[in-house]
Structures are given as structure tokens and as C-alpha cells.
């Protein structure tokens, strides 16, 4: 069983920025993918990043390339998002996955 437990979403201006974390807890996840999804009202869960456990370049879904970073911390057992130049239509609930595992999400809202 793995927990996950997102932090980090706020109320930004546009063009401000937001680092979100995911801990997690339960499992060892060094041997797994880690992503990041998000889900805005009225619309479909989508991805938005992911890491693997190699050294291969990380996902970003077009949208938010040149602004998101991914990034992980198998000491920590954590991964986070680094998010820059933020958007009107950046504002959605994020979640953090793992295999099956999800977690609570954390609203992000990017509004003047």
C-alpha cells in the first residue's frame, strides 16, 4: 500500500509561480515511474509530467513545457513540480500517481 500526499497549491497571479510536493509513504518507490496529472472543471484528468527511475529525459505534456520541472528525491521518497510563467488555464486540482496509487490533489488557482 502507498500513500501519497500533495502540498504546495495556492492562489497565484499569472506569470507567478508554485512548487508542489508529493510525499510518499508505505513503499519504497525507487523502482517507479512518478507523474503528475491534473484535473480542471468540467474537463478530463490529464497528464502533465512524469520521471522514471532512469536517466532518461522526463515527459512534459506540451502545454506546459519550458515552464514545469519535474524532479525527484528517492531519499526523500518524494517528487515535486516546479511550475514557472503560470497560466489562467493552469488552474486545476494536481495529483500526484504512482502506479494505481493516487493522491488527495491540490488545487491550484492562477487568477488576478
Known amino acids: 500500500q502507498v500513500q501519497l500526499v500533495e502540498s504546495g497549491g495556492g492562489l497565484v497571479q499569472p506569470g507567478g509561480s508554485l512548487r508542489l510536493s508529493c510525499a510518499a509513504s508505505g513503499s519504497n518507490l525507487d523502482y517507479y515511474s512518478l507523474g503528475w496529472f491534473r484535473q480542471a472543471p468540467g474537463k478530463e484528468r490529464e497528464g502533465v509530467s512524469c520521471?522514471?527511475?532512469?536517466?532518461?529525459?522526463?515527459y512534459y505534456a506540451d502545454s506546459v513545457k519550458g515552464r514545469f520541472t519535474i524532479s525527484r528525491d528517492n531519499a526523500k521518497n518524494a517528487v515535486y513540480l516546479q511550475m514557472n510563467s503560470l497560466k489562467v488555464e493552469d488552474t486545476a486540482v494536481y495529483y500526484c500517481n504512482c502506479q494505481i496509487y493516487w493522491g488527495q490533489g491540490t488545487q491550484v488557482t492562477v487568477s488576478s
Open positions: 520521471v522514471t527511475t532512469t536517466d532518461g529525459s522526463p
